[in-house]
């Protein structure tokens, strides 16, 4: 029997406008099963959907990164995994001089912090409807002693976008962080105990969840570890067939309400 949801948001739970589905929102509404929505994004970026879905409880943020609990507009941090300062310091900086054009966001616990505005952050601002914080980086982790849970980088050119993560990989993949891809062009660096998995893993025994007794939603490379620490799991239509390896079931693609479809269709009977 199946006591526990969790889902990823961008790909999976919302359709490629960022949006939620009126029937997402019926089924979701209607389902008896606690549902923890786990994502790449902040608290803050999760906040539009978690009211349009009317859902309180524990939720993560920042690919496992942060679990927080809301109950109505109050957001309680229950763990949290933040970057080192001074590796965040040194990352951001020496991306911005390798990659002038790359997007950056660096995400402490209240802000979304960018140094450049460009297409790719003004269409991001306009689907998770929050505001960033235009900073200058150097000036940012001089002035403040914020927590840094998380930085992205953003390249929608294929080639460059290649030549980044090569960067990242050869350059940080001995410090403590964990380097993952979540959406086209998107680089996530977190702390190295900040995944998915463990997110869930946390909320399992916070909730005494059997592991078995749980189904993960997701379609990105970053949704792996999640699905592989579930009971049962769902991946996407849209996801690739990397992330379709990991399936214990193939559901329709986020642009079909896949979550919904497998809500109303297939958790009664696994």
């Not at 209607?30 to 978690?50: D, G």
């Not at 300062?85 to 990352?91: I, S």
Request: glycine content about 6%; overall charge neutral; proline content about 1%.
């Amino acid at each position: 029997m199946i006591k526990h949801l969790f889902s990823d948001l961008d790909g999976t739970l919302l359709n490629n406008n960022g949006e939620l589905s009126d029937y997402t929102k019926k089924i979701i509404g209607e389902c008896n099963i606690p549902l923890t929505l786990v994502s790449a994004r902040s608290p803050q970026k999760m906040e539009s959907i978690l009211n349009d879905l009317g859902v309180g409880g524990i939720h993560i943020a920042f690919n496992g990164a942060m679990v927080f609990k809301k109950e109505n507009t109050k957001f309680t941090i229950l763990n949290k995994e933040i970057l080192n300062r001074e590796l965040a310091r040194k990352l951001v900086l020496d991306i911005r001089s390798k990659f002038p054009k790359v997007g950056i966001s660096l995400y402490d616990t209240n802000n979304w912090n960018v140094d450049v505005i460009n297409k790719v952050i003004e269409r991001e601002k306009k689907v998770v409807k929050v505001n960033y914080n235009l900073v200058n980086f150097n000036q940012y982790f001089n002035e403040n002693l914020k927590e840094v849970y998380k930085v992205s980088f953003i390249e929608e050119d294929i080639e460059v976008f290649k030549k980044l993560v090569n960067y990242v990989e050869v350059n940080y993949s001995d410090e403590k962080i964990t380097i993952q891809k979540s959406l086209s062009g998107y680089l996530e660096i977190t702390h190295v105990n900040a995944k998915k998995s463990l997110g869930i893993e946390y909320v399992m025994k916070l909730k005494n969840i059997d592991r078995e007794s749980t189904v993960a939603f997701g379609d990105g490379e970053n949704d792996i570890s999640m699905l592989q620490s579930a009971g049962y799991s769902i991946v996407m239509g849209n996801a690739s067939d990397k992330v379709k390896e990991h399936a214990d079931l193939i559901t329709k693609s986020n642009n079909e309400d896949g979550v919904a479809y497998a809500i109303k269709t297939i958790i009664d009977k696994i």
